[in-house]
């Protein structure tokens, strides 16, 4: 009879009020890590009234005065502005192109070894620098380009040229930043398109071998065209790291004779904001100002990057 009523009044009760209980237990539990997110994730966005004043230290963020767009129009005239946007756009530029091709020539080449433990051997290898960090890379490649004792001037010298400053010369410092990121980020980046040939029909290669198609022709007529996707994918999300030049390594590995071509947005940042000179107040407005400059152009590229994601390889993120 109990059992009979149980029944009775869960039948009664309208599906709709079923559906609408709130599971409160639940969001009780999300209270904490909805906490933090607005205190450490939203909260330092009222930092960004800075931008907009003439912050003075003693006065605090309610006192200081509002100056409107002045701060913006002080660094577009800055020549070390205009240096640090260039720069960022060349090397970040330069680095998207770079570690979007040699991941994918590196993927090829792996793809045609047949030797399994080789194979292995070579990705841990390329893997590898990936988890080493520019702290102790910088220290590394500082010791390996010196001029006078560094390994890489003594194999030139050998090979009957002249020392090269790497990390001293205009010219030469962005190539070096160029080059040693792509070194350490290549392989880590292969695993993605190794996955995507991974997933070929094997039968197209054994067709394209009867029909005499080499391995080169193979790789041209059936590799790439099958991971074209994700190139296409992985090439219009990288729009998004255009103004990211890598603050890690260049911080870590820059001077002040190389300003004029290693000096990014997010160095400047540093340096106005916290690495002033000596006797000058940090001026925290002018790179708050820079730093909100670059967040909005981030932004956007972001958003155009998604869209073309969406648009050519049909990727979505919501």
Known sequence: MTDLR????????????QMRRIPWALYLMLIPGAVITLIYCYGPLLGLSLAFQK????????GSPWVGLDNFRYIFNLKSFTFALRNTLVISTTKVVLNLAFPILVALLM??????????????????????????????????????????NRLIEMAGGTPVFFLGNKSTFPWTMIVTDVWKTFGY????????????????????????????????????????????LC??????????????????????????????????????????PRGALPRYDIATAI?????????ILVSLSYFCAYKFADYRIF
């Open 55 to 62: 912050f003075n230290l003693t006065k605090g963020l309610f």
């Open 189 to 232: 980046s292969t695993i993605l398109y190794m996955a995507a040939l991974t997933i070929i029909d094997p039968s197209l290669y054994e067709a394209a071998s009867i029909d005499g198609a080499n391995r080169f022709q193979q790789a041209w007529h059936i590799s790439i065209p099958g991971i074209v996707p994700i190139i296409v």
């Open 6 to 17: 149980v029944r009775a009044r869960g039948l009664g009760t309208p599906r709709s009020l």
């Open 235 to 276: 090439g219009t999300i990288s729009l998004g790291k255009v103004l990211e030049g890598g603050f890690d390594q260049i911080v870590n590995m820059y001077n002040t004779t190389v300003y004029e071509t290693g000096d990014i947005l997010e160095t400047l940042v540093f340096r106005v904001g916290i690495e002033s």
């Open 291 to 299: 730093g909100l400059f670059k967040s909005a152009i981030s932004t």
């Open 111 to 152: 793809n045609e070894v047949r030797h399994l433990r080789y194979k292995r051997t070579i990705q841990t290898m390329v893997y590898l620098p990936h988890f080493v960090s520019w702290i102790v890379l910088a220290g590394i490649f500082t010791d390996m380009l010196l001029p006078s004792t560094g390994i890489v």
